[in-house]
């Protein structure tokens, strides 16, 4: 093989340190190349005619075969960003110390997970491309790696050396999409773990925003301490006084659903309708999406419930899909997560829960 065989394969050969001119040559070290540019030496010794194709294939796939097994799938993600359980076990611990479910959180830590979930499956798209042009670069190193010219002397056959000529182009043809496939994959790759880490970075501030008004949120509690649910209707006298009041000022609403506080079954998550701690002001009870004019007595009741706050006990709010919890502080209605239907994403009533 010529040196500039090596030269075109590798780069340029530096001087080694004992002086020997022919060191680099017997024991080349190989590249630290990326996929990528082992897909692009494979398909530009593809494309090469004659003896020039032979010799750039055979330094080309020694390079792949030693470096591919090398070759990291997909960076993991960055270690200063948290991972879903992490992330996950912290807001359920503060969950617990902010006396209630942060459904606030739950938007953002939905997206997280599923940015997640789309990095493991490119990442999986990637190995299997990878196995693809490695299986590529075995299958021409076996059939191209010896100068055809020079295999006549060794060959018994000239069949066999006519044999190996057309394998290879036929790999020159034919596994262009593999490696087209593996450029992709690493560009989806790339795209779905930056995606992924915005969305963990996102989770993670917003957890940290909460665990900043520890200092706050530990003085509403005290404000408003636990107290027992009381009969007949299993609630608090803290949610009692705001189910009345709601009741005395926007009606019961019997005939789309009434008023509903304590049930067994959180709904979604455990919540605070097992504790005695919420209710719901009903707007439409066939399931369907309420009128206009139920929609603005709902916003009517929502707004009634965040104005009065402080007096009534009010952690926080959920309606039309989002929600205001006064844990976090003035920031008005945030989106929540897509549960599925009118009633889960809270189109057809108002939910209050309290402290």
């Known amino acids: 093989m010529q040196?500039?065989?090596?030269?075109?394969?590798?780069?340029?050969r530096a001087a080694h340190p004992d002086g020997d001119p022919y060191a680099d040559f017997w024991a080349p070290d190989p590249p630290n190349w990326t996929w990528s540019e082992l897909a692009s030496s494979v398909l530009c010794a593809l494309r090469?005619?004659?003896r020039l194709r032979a010799g750039a294939l055979g330094v080309t796939m020694g390079a792949v075969l030693v470096a591919a097994p090398q070759a990291p799938v997909s960076a993991a993600l960055p270690t200063d960003v948290e991972n879903m359980d992490t992330l996950r076990d912290r807001s359920e611990s503060l969950a617990q110390e902010y006396d209630g479910e942060l459904r606030d959180m739950e938007g953002v830590m939905e997206e997280a997970e599923r940015a997640e979930t789309r990095a493991e499956g490119t990442r999986e798209e990637v190995e299997e491309a990878e196995e693809q042009v490695?299986?590529?670069?075995?299958?021409?190193?076996?059939?191209?790696?010896?100068?055809?010219?020079?295999?006549?002397f060794v060959e018994a056959e000239p069949d066999v050396?006519?044999?190996?000529?057309?394998?290879?182009?036929?790999?020159?043809?034919?596994?262009q999409d593999k490696i087209d496939e593996l450029e992709q994959a690493l560009g989806r790759d790339e795209v779905a773990r930056e995606h992924a880490e915005e969305r963990l970075a996102t989770a993670e501030e917003d957890l940290e925003e909460l665990e900043d008004r520890r200092d706050e949120v530990h003085r509403l509690i005290a404000d408003h301490p636990d107290q027992p649910m009381e009969p007949p209707d299993n609630i608090t006298p803290r949610t009692e006084q705001m189910r009345d009041l709601g009741i005395e000022k926007?009606?019961?609403?019997?005939?789309?659903g009434g008023v509903g506080c304590f049930r067994e079954d959180g709904g979604w998550v455990v919540g605070e309708h097992p504790k005695g701690r919420a209710c719901d002001f009903m707007l439409n009870g066939n399931g369907r999406m309420p009128s206009q004019e139920q929609i603005d007595r709902g916003w009517e009741?929502?707004?009634?419930?965040?104005?009065?706050?402080d007096d009534l006990g009010v952690m926080y709010v959920i309606y039309r899909q989002q929600i205001w919890d006064v844990r976090r502080g003035d920031t008005g209605w945030?989106?929540?997560?897509d549960r599925g239907s009118i009633t889960e994403n809270h189109f057809d009533h108002v939910h209050i829960s309290m402290f």
């Open 301 to 309: 009741i929502a707004e009634w419930a965040r104005d009065n706050s």
């Open 134 to 152: 490695r299986s590529l670069a075995v299958a021409t190193y076996t059939a191209g790696g010896i100068d055809p010219a020079l295999s006549l």
């Open 334 to 337: 945030r989106d929540m997560a």
């Open 3 to 12: 040196s500039d065989d090596l030269d075109r394969a590798f780069g340029p």
């Open 250 to 256: 926007f009606g019961r609403g019997n005939d789309v």
């Open 48 to 50: 090469r005619p004659g």
């Open 161 to 175: 050396v006519m044999d190996r000529a057309v394998v290879v182009d036929y790999l020159s043809g034919s596994n």
